[in-house]
């Protein structure tokens, strides 16, 4: 017995070391100069380069100023159009509820690159080629049907009491929902909106055909033309690849939780 | 009570009146309902009638009916990257139906919990790094004398299968889907460990006293009570593979010559390369219903082994 469990550690461990052998290679390379990486590109080795990061970081930063308002603008638009209308479904038995759900759903069984080409004309006509905004929409809009059906869902699991107390009150629902359910959905407002910003952040596509120019590109497009001197060669770009993913990272380890539970419902609902 | 009151007067006025009665309801779908309409459906719509024109996004916009469908089944591309996307989306299925699943089986019965849960947030941490920095990290990897791939085959003694990964006819196809060995850390993992955290602690214990062994455990216990999981991934890996397009972008650009194409990559190319977005919107519809069959037959099909079960 215990023969299996020490069995069953070390393979779950070998296979994490392998899987993130890549990822560690790309730290350690992220320190060394173009003729380290030739001689030994295993593990780290001394000197570290830090410099690496700062020529990396003057490269993207303008990007990622960029990215931080995409997502920003992303992330509030996605939560706004996601909780008000699930308020509407979860409040409300309306005429024709059921069919307005059934269309907001209806986005998810669309797959992206079908609508990519009309898409960008329109975004084109509504004047938005190239600005931040243009960046933004399309994608809170994607991750919008998957917010309206976890919010509906977290609403209609709260308590009616506190509804029927309010409206005793003489509250209405624009009150309802910004004093009673809103500050009660802190947990799912947490989980669509990191979600949505993974997926704004991350977005490679949209923002290929949507910029050009330096004028708004997103990190996630900068990251491709990072170039060091000859001397400092690829440890720069492994450098700004670090870079770009650490907000994220962060986030990660900072809410975890909402993180996990974000990626497991989304896919699990969809 | 309210439904009996309605039902009571004429039905067009209590339509009216009920909507009227809701009409902050709707107010709150409005910006949902806005955003989707004008910058996903109607370009949906769109999509479809532009696949019937020649349409270069600015002032030529004329009806030809098929011909771009009729363009479609004379395009080389169009087989070579339909040929592609299918071999690719199989190879995807089959990997994530498997490696994560066993890596996520293997975890779970971990007894150590600090190791346990070291591992499991280690599984999911690469989520969080865009996509485009992990097909980089691979290109960089791939690449030339230097690359860390080639490097490790000289220094194992098999200097003679030392290649240009990308570069190759024979091997580019399959670089791309090597991107990310070995596979595990991702989201099926993620899904496969949730499912399996849900089974009760009492049917392992009726295992047990039925004397099951982890292997019998694993396929008469852990299995079926995952199937929804297990289906779930291989909808998500279809949708997903189908449309593949960073790494094929970053990492051979279709080449060399066609031998990577995708259609994403044809439509991205015919859109904004050439000016071709009618031949692109019928690239789009076609896409979308070929995915449309694999999905619906996928799901007939996993129906019909539920009820085999």
């Known amino acids: ?270 | 009570m309210d439904d009996v009151t309605y039902a009571a007067t004429p039905r067009g006025e209590g339509l009216r009146h009920r909507i009227w009665k809701y009409r902050h309801a709707y107010v709150f779908l409005l910006p949902a309902l806005l955003l989707l309409s004008t910058i996903k459906y109607y370009p949906f719509f769109t999509a479809f009638v532009e696949s019937l024109f020649d349409w270069n996004g600015i002032n030529l916009n004329k009806f030809i009916g098929f011909g771009n469908y009729r363009e479609m089944l004379q395009d080389e591309k169009i087989g070579v990257a339909f040929a592609n996307v299918f071999k690719i989306s199989l190879a995807t299925i089959v990997i994530n139906l498997t490696l994560p699943l066993l890596v996520a089986a293997l975890v779970f019965r971990i007894k150590n919990v600090r190791l346990q849960n070291f591992l499991k947030i280690g599984f999911i941490v690469p989520l969080v790094v865009p996509m485009m920095v992990l097909i980089l990290l691979w290109r960089w990897m791939y690449a030339g004398d230097f690359g860390l791939i080639n490097q490790i085959l000289t220094n194992v003694g098999l200097a003679e299968w030392k290649h240009s990964w990308l570069g190759d006819p024979a091997t580019a196809l399959w670089a791309i889907v090597f991107v990310g060995f070995p596979w595990v850390a991702g989201l099926p993992f993620l899904l496969y460990l949730a499912g399996l955290q849900n089974i009760s602690e009492d049917l392992y214990e009726v295992a047990q006293l039925d004397g099951a062994g982890p292997v019998r455990r694993f396929l008469s216990i852990e299995l079926p009570l995952i199937s929804s999981q297990i289906k779930l991934v291989l909808m998500y890996s279809l949708i997903q593979a189908f449309q593949v397009f960073e790494a094929p972008y970053a990492l051979t650009n279709g080449g060399p010559g066609i031998t990577t194409y995708t259609p994403s990559l044809h439509i991205y190319d015919q859109a904004f390369n050439y000016g071709r977005f009618g031949y692109a919107s019928s690239i789009g519809v076609a896409m979308f219903i070929v995915l449309m069959i694999l999905t619906l037959a996928v799901q007939k099909l996993m129906k019909n082994t539920d009820k085999i079960d």
Do not use: C
């Open chain 1, 1 to 270: 017995m215990k023969q299996r469990s020490i069995g069953v550690n070390l393979a779950a461990l070998l296979i994490f070391a392998l899987s993130m052998y890549p990822f560690l290679i790309m730290l350690a390379s992220s320190f060394k100069y173009q003729m380290q990486i030739y001689n030994y590109p295993w593990f780290f080795s001394k000197p570290l380069h830090f410099g690496n990061y700062a020529v990396a970081f003057k490269q993207i930063a303008g990007p990622i100023l960029n990215s931080v308002w995409v997502t920003s603008i992303g992330v509030v638009a996605t939560l706004f159009a996601s909780s008000t209308a699930a308020y509407a479904f979860a409040r409300h038995s309306f005429p024709f509820k059921n069919f307005f759900y059934a269309v907001i759903l209806m986005l998810l069984m669309i797959p992206g690159f079908v609508i990519l080409v009309p898409q960008f004309i329109n975004i084109k006509n509504m004047g938005m080629y190239n600005t931040l905004i243009g960046q933004a929409l399309p994608p809170a809009a994607s991750y919008t049907a998957m917010g309206v059906l976890l919010m509906r869902t977290f609403f209609e699991g709260l308590s009616k009491s506190l509804f029927e107390a309010a409206e005793m009150e003489g509250a209405r629902d624009y009150r309802i929902f910004s004093r009673i359910v809103l500050p009660l959905s802190k947990p799912i407002l947490a989980t669509v909106a990191i979600m949505s910003g993974l997926q704004i952040w991350n977005n490679f596509v949209w923002s290929l055909v949507v910029t050009t120019g330096d004028k708004v590109k997103p990190v996630i497009l900068a990251i491709m033309t990072i170039m060091g001197n000859v001397n400092e060669g690829d440890g720069v770009k492994l450098a700004g690849y670090i870079i770009a993913s650490l907000p994220l990272l962060i986030l990660f380890f900072v809410a975890t939780k909402p993180f996990v539970s974000g990626l497991t419902q989304g896919a699990v609902k969809g």
